[in-house]
T-cell receptor, first 116, second 114 residues
Framework: QQQVKQSPQSLIVQKGGISIINCAYENTAFDYFPWYQQFPGKGPALLIAIRPDVSEKKEGRFTISFNKSAKQFSLHIMDSQPGDSATYFCAASWVAGGTSYGKLTFGQGTILTVHP | NAGVMQNPRHLVRRRGQEARLRCSPVKGHSHVYWYRQLPEEGLKFMVYLQKENIIDESGMPKERFSAEFPKEGPSILRIQQVVRGDSAAYFC????????????FGQGTRLTVV
Protein backbone atom coordinates (compact mmCIF):
# COMPACT_ATOMS: atom_id res chain seq x y z
CA GLN A 1 0.00 0.00 0.00
CA GLN A 2 2.87 2.36 0.72
CA GLN A 3 5.04 1.53 -2.28
CA VAL A 4 6.04 3.85 -5.06
CA LYS A 5 7.47 2.02 -8.06
CA GLN A 6 9.81 3.87 -10.38
CA SER A 7 11.11 3.02 -13.84
CA PRO A 8 13.43 2.79 -15.61
CA GLN A 9 16.31 2.07 -13.26
CA SER A 10 18.70 3.82 -15.61
CA LEU A 11 18.30 6.01 -18.67
CA ILE A 12 20.73 7.25 -21.29
CA VAL A 13 19.72 10.20 -23.43
CA GLN A 14 21.50 12.30 -25.99
CA LYS A 15 21.89 16.02 -25.41
CA GLY A 16 18.77 17.80 -26.57
CA GLY A 17 16.59 14.74 -26.20
CA ILE A 18 13.62 14.11 -23.92
CA SER A 19 14.08 12.15 -20.69
CA ILE A 20 10.99 10.41 -19.33
CA ILE A 21 10.80 8.74 -15.92
CA ASN A 22 7.68 7.02 -14.67
CA CYS A 23 6.25 6.26 -11.25
CA ALA A 24 3.24 4.34 -10.03
CA TYR A 25 1.75 4.37 -6.56
CA GLU A 26 -0.72 2.21 -4.68
CA ASN A 27 -1.98 4.31 -1.80
CA THR A 28 -4.89 6.42 -3.04
CA ALA A 29 -4.54 8.66 0.01
CA PHE A 30 -1.31 10.15 -1.35
CA ASP A 31 -1.91 13.79 -2.26
CA TYR A 32 1.54 15.27 -2.82
CA PHE A 33 3.95 14.04 -5.48
CA PRO A 34 7.42 15.62 -5.66
CA TRP A 35 10.43 14.79 -7.78
CA TYR A 36 13.90 15.06 -6.30
CA GLN A 37 17.26 15.37 -8.03
CA GLN A 38 20.37 13.98 -6.37
CA PHE A 39 23.96 14.44 -7.47
CA PRO A 40 26.69 12.10 -6.21
CA GLY A 41 27.66 12.86 -2.64
CA LYS A 42 24.81 15.33 -2.18
CA GLY A 43 21.41 15.25 -0.59
CA PRO A 44 18.19 15.19 -2.61
CA ALA A 45 16.91 18.55 -3.79
CA LEU A 46 13.31 19.25 -4.71
CA LEU A 47 12.91 19.69 -8.45
CA ILE A 48 9.18 20.02 -8.98
CA ALA A 49 6.01 18.81 -7.25
CA ILE A 50 2.36 18.34 -8.07
CA ARG A 51 -0.93 17.91 -6.22
CA PRO A 52 -3.62 15.58 -7.64
CA ASP A 53 -6.02 18.38 -8.50
CA VAL A 54 -4.04 19.15 -11.67
CA SER A 55 -2.93 16.82 -14.46
CA GLU A 56 0.23 18.64 -15.47
CA LYS A 57 2.72 21.10 -14.05
CA LYS A 58 5.57 22.68 -15.95
CA GLU A 59 8.61 24.54 -14.64
CA GLY A 60 11.14 25.44 -17.28
CA ARG A 61 12.34 22.26 -18.98
CA PHE A 62 10.74 20.02 -16.34
CA THR A 63 7.13 18.80 -16.55
CA ILE A 64 5.16 16.48 -14.29
CA SER A 65 2.26 14.61 -15.86
CA PHE A 66 -0.23 13.11 -13.40
CA ASN A 67 -2.88 10.46 -14.08
CA LYS A 68 -5.00 10.03 -10.99
CA SER A 69 -7.16 7.20 -12.33
CA ALA A 70 -4.11 5.16 -13.31
CA LYS A 71 -2.25 6.15 -10.14
CA GLN A 72 0.75 7.13 -12.20
CA PHE A 73 2.89 10.21 -12.62
CA SER A 74 5.91 10.97 -14.73
CA LEU A 75 8.73 13.46 -15.11
CA HIS A 76 9.63 14.80 -18.52
CA ILE A 77 12.90 16.65 -19.03
CA MET A 78 12.90 18.52 -22.31
CA ASP A 79 16.09 19.46 -24.13
CA SER A 80 18.13 17.30 -21.75
CA GLN A 81 21.60 18.61 -20.92
CA PRO A 82 24.74 16.88 -19.60
CA GLY A 83 24.28 18.89 -16.40
CA ASP A 84 21.00 17.05 -15.86
CA SER A 85 22.94 13.82 -15.33
CA ALA A 86 21.95 12.77 -11.82
CA THR A 87 19.72 10.35 -9.95
CA TYR A 88 16.04 11.26 -9.94
CA PHE A 89 13.60 10.10 -7.31
CA CYS A 90 9.85 10.33 -7.35
CA ALA A 91 8.09 10.43 -4.01
CA ALA A 92 4.65 10.66 -2.48
CA SER A 93 3.15 11.85 0.75
CA TRP A 94 -0.21 12.04 2.46
CA VAL A 95 -0.25 15.67 3.50
CA ALA A 96 -3.95 15.88 4.29
CA GLY A 97 -3.48 13.08 6.79
CA GLY A 98 -1.20 15.32 8.79
CA THR A 99 1.97 13.40 8.04
CA SER A 100 3.53 16.50 6.50
CA TYR A 101 5.49 17.22 3.36
CA GLY A 102 8.57 15.81 5.04
CA LYS A 103 7.42 12.21 5.48
CA LEU A 104 7.88 10.87 1.98
CA THR A 105 7.69 7.47 0.35
CA PHE A 106 10.39 7.39 -2.31
CA GLY A 107 10.72 5.43 -5.51
CA GLN A 108 13.87 3.41 -6.15
CA GLY A 109 15.52 6.09 -8.27
CA THR A 110 16.55 6.50 -11.91
CA ILE A 111 20.14 7.18 -12.89
CA LEU A 112 20.00 9.60 -15.83
CA THR A 113 23.01 10.04 -18.07
CA VAL A 114 22.89 12.70 -20.76
CA HIS A 115 25.58 12.32 -23.39
CA PRO A 116 26.97 15.48 -25.01
CA ASN B 1 18.70 21.88 0.59
CA ALA B 2 20.48 24.99 1.77
CA GLY B 3 21.17 25.22 5.45
CA VAL B 4 20.68 21.69 6.78
CA MET B 5 24.02 20.70 8.26
CA GLN B 6 24.90 17.10 8.94
CA ASN B 7 28.04 15.85 10.57
CA PRO B 8 30.14 14.00 10.27
CA ARG B 9 29.96 13.58 6.48
CA HIS B 10 31.70 10.22 6.73
CA LEU B 11 31.79 7.91 9.71
CA VAL B 12 33.57 4.59 10.06
CA ARG B 13 32.68 2.32 12.94
CA ARG B 14 33.69 -1.21 13.88
CA ARG B 15 30.98 -3.75 14.49
CA GLY B 16 29.58 -3.36 18.00
CA GLN B 17 30.45 0.32 18.36
CA GLU B 18 27.99 3.18 18.61
CA ALA B 19 27.37 5.64 15.80
CA ARG B 20 26.08 9.10 16.55
CA LEU B 21 24.87 11.24 13.65
CA ARG B 22 24.05 14.91 14.07
CA CYS B 23 21.71 17.16 12.17
CA SER B 24 21.35 20.91 12.56
CA PRO B 25 18.19 22.02 10.75
CA VAL B 26 17.75 25.22 8.83
CA LYS B 27 17.58 28.09 11.30
CA GLY B 28 14.01 28.47 12.46
CA HIS B 29 12.95 25.00 11.38
CA SER B 30 11.35 22.97 14.15
CA HIS B 31 10.59 19.76 12.26
CA VAL B 32 13.25 17.17 11.48
CA TYR B 33 13.06 13.93 9.47
CA TRP B 34 15.63 11.18 9.20
CA TYR B 35 16.00 8.91 6.16
CA ARG B 36 18.26 5.99 5.32
CA GLN B 37 19.53 5.25 1.83
CA LEU B 38 21.03 1.85 1.18
CA PRO B 39 23.35 1.48 -1.82
CA GLU B 40 21.45 1.84 -5.10
CA GLU B 41 18.12 2.19 -3.34
CA GLY B 42 15.71 4.99 -2.63
CA LEU B 43 15.46 6.80 0.65
CA LYS B 44 13.46 5.15 3.41
CA PHE B 45 11.73 7.24 6.06
CA MET B 46 12.88 6.50 9.60
CA VAL B 47 11.58 9.10 12.04
CA TYR B 48 9.88 12.49 12.28
CA LEU B 49 10.64 14.74 15.24
CA GLN B 50 9.68 18.11 16.53
CA LYS B 51 11.51 19.87 19.32
CA GLU B 52 11.54 17.48 22.30
CA ASN B 53 8.95 15.19 20.70
CA ILE B 54 8.98 12.11 18.49
CA ILE B 55 6.00 12.49 16.17
CA ASP B 56 6.33 9.40 13.99
CA GLU B 57 8.92 6.65 14.37
CA SER B 58 7.19 4.09 12.18
CA GLY B 59 10.29 3.60 10.03
CA MET B 60 12.76 3.09 12.86
CA PRO B 61 14.12 -0.40 13.53
CA LYS B 62 12.80 -1.57 16.88
CA GLU B 63 16.20 -2.21 18.38
CA ARG B 64 19.51 -0.33 18.52
CA PHE B 65 18.19 2.84 16.85
CA SER B 66 17.03 5.97 18.63
CA ALA B 67 16.56 9.62 17.76
CA GLU B 68 16.11 12.85 19.64
CA PHE B 69 15.66 16.53 18.89
CA PRO B 70 16.30 18.44 22.11
CA LYS B 71 15.14 21.94 22.87
CA GLU B 72 18.66 23.17 22.30
CA GLY B 73 21.19 21.72 19.91
CA PRO B 74 21.07 19.41 16.91
CA SER B 75 18.96 16.36 16.31
CA ILE B 76 20.83 13.13 17.02
CA LEU B 77 20.35 9.73 15.39
CA ARG B 78 22.03 7.08 17.53
CA ILE B 79 22.80 3.56 16.41
CA GLN B 80 24.03 1.23 19.11
CA GLN B 81 26.08 -1.91 18.50
CA VAL B 82 26.36 -1.28 14.78
CA VAL B 83 26.35 -4.17 12.31
CA ARG B 84 27.53 -4.27 8.69
CA GLY B 85 23.93 -3.97 7.49
CA ASP B 86 23.77 -0.49 9.04
CA SER B 87 26.23 0.78 6.42
CA ALA B 88 24.27 3.36 4.46
CA ALA B 89 23.83 7.06 3.84
CA TYR B 90 21.70 8.74 6.46
CA PHE B 91 19.94 11.94 5.46
CA CYS B 92 18.27 14.53 7.60
CA UNK B 93 15.63 16.94 6.34
CA UNK B 94 13.98 19.88 8.05
CA UNK B 95 10.93 22.06 7.54
CA UNK B 96 9.56 25.08 9.38
CA UNK B 97 6.18 23.44 9.95
CA UNK B 98 4.44 20.32 8.82
CA UNK B 99 2.09 21.78 6.23
CA UNK B 100 2.49 23.67 2.99
CA UNK B 101 6.25 23.69 3.03
CA UNK B 102 8.76 21.38 1.46
CA UNK B 103 11.44 19.75 3.54
CA UNK B 104 15.07 20.55 2.77
CA PHE B 105 17.65 17.78 2.87
CA GLY B 106 21.18 17.86 4.19
CA GLN B 107 24.13 16.28 2.39
CA GLY B 108 24.01 13.15 4.48
CA THR B 109 26.31 11.09 6.66
CA ARG B 110 27.89 8.06 5.03
CA LEU B 111 28.24 5.35 7.67
CA THR B 112 30.57 2.46 7.00
CA VAL B 113 30.68 -0.43 9.43
CA VAL B 114 33.84 -2.53 9.20
Amino acid sequence: QQQVKQSPQSLIVQKGGISIINCAYENTAFDYFPWYQQFPGKGPALLIAIRPDVSEKKEGRFTISFNKSAKQFSLHIMDSQPGDSATYFCAASWVAGGTSYGKLTFGQGTILTVHP
Amino acid sequence: NAGVMQNPRHLVRRRGQEARLRCSPVKGHSHVYWYRQLPEEGLKFMVYLQKENIIDESGMPKERFSAEFPKEGPSILRIQQVVRGDSAAYFCASSPRNMNTEAFFGQGTRLTVV
